[in-house]
């Protein structure tokens, strides 16, 4: 079967890395594992053989259909062929356990769609993906560096990031120009420092690292003024990358005040 480019399909196929992805996620029998992007399977029989059950969520009909047709497919597989964009992770859990997300994430969905599941944490147990090392290095990153930045925050916020270990290209086919990482996100059901309204925090965290080389003087210019940014024992003259993501929560639950 031809790789379909549009859905930025890399078929993960060594059984070392996947033996390894298995262990790490270590399923047991009853619990809700959901797997986006099945691919050619190199992780769903693995999973489903551990778990006893399945969900996957697969954008291609046609990958979708081999693995319907595929004899182990009866043994606990659903198959749900969708955008995983558009999935309501809270209507998948219903009334069972909640779920735990695994998935080969293409690139081109990476950010969007951690901000589709932390909008749905309440679902989740935790998540295990595979991204571009690069975006993993930025949601694992501390203050200070290039890779610190508006996702890590975020994410900061609402989960605890694990940046497990890299996969290099040769793991996939064909294999990409970059190499790859498995990191783990364990959602916390309530923010785990002080944001103030919801929306807020994203809303700061914009505006601070649209233009990062900016102080926070001029980049939260129009939101707060420089001695409300001090109020919170904050260094206006400070640029964004130098905040610990709690600091970005007292200046959100501080602006929050400010606009009730």
């Given amino acids: 079967m031809p790789v379909r480019k549009r859905f930025g399909q890399h078929f993960l196929h060594d059984p070392g890395v996947i033996r390894r992805i298995i262990e790490t996620v270590a399923p047991r029998p009853g619990e809700r594992i959901v797997e986006i992007g099945s691919g050619r399977g190199a992780l769903t029989w693995g999973l489903l053989d551990r778990s006893k059950q399945l969900d996957v969520i697969e954008i291609d009909r046609d990958l979708a259909a081999d693995m319907l047709n595929d004899p182990r497919a009866s043994k606990g597989l659903n198959i749900h ?3 995983v964009l558009d999935t309501d992770f809270s209507a998948l859990r219903g009334n069972g356990a909640a779920l735990r997300i695994v998935g080969n994430l293409p690139y081109n969905i990476s950010t969007p769609l951690m901000f589709h599941l932390l909008a ?8 295990h993906f595979m991204l571009q090392k690069e975006v993993v290095e930025r949601m694992a990153a501390s203050p200070g560096g290039k890779d610190y930045g508006r996702l890590t925050v975020m994410l900061a916020a609402y989960t605890q990031v694990k940046h497990l270990f890299d996969v290099g290209p040769g793991a996939f086919k064909p294999p990409p120009k970059v190499w790859s990482a ?6 916390s059901a309530k923010p785990r420092f002080d944001i103030g309204r919801d ?3 994203r ?18 210019k129009g939101l707060l003024l420089p001695q409300q940014i001090e109020s919170c024992g904050i260094d206006p003259t400070l640029r964004p990358e130098a905040l610990e993501p709690r600091q970005f929560g007292k200046l959100a639950a501080y602006y929050s005040e400010l606009s009730l």
Wanted: with cysteine; net charge positive.
């Fill in 203 to 220: 809303t700061l965290v914009t505006a601070a690292f649209c233009h990062r080389r900016k102080t926070l003087r001029n980049g939260l």
């Fill in 81 to 83: 062929v969708e955008n």
């Fill in 199 to 201: 929306g807020v925090l």
């Fill in 182 to 187: 498995i990191v783990r996100l364990t959602p």
């Fill in 120 to 127: 749905q944490r309440g679902a989740i147990t935790d998540m």
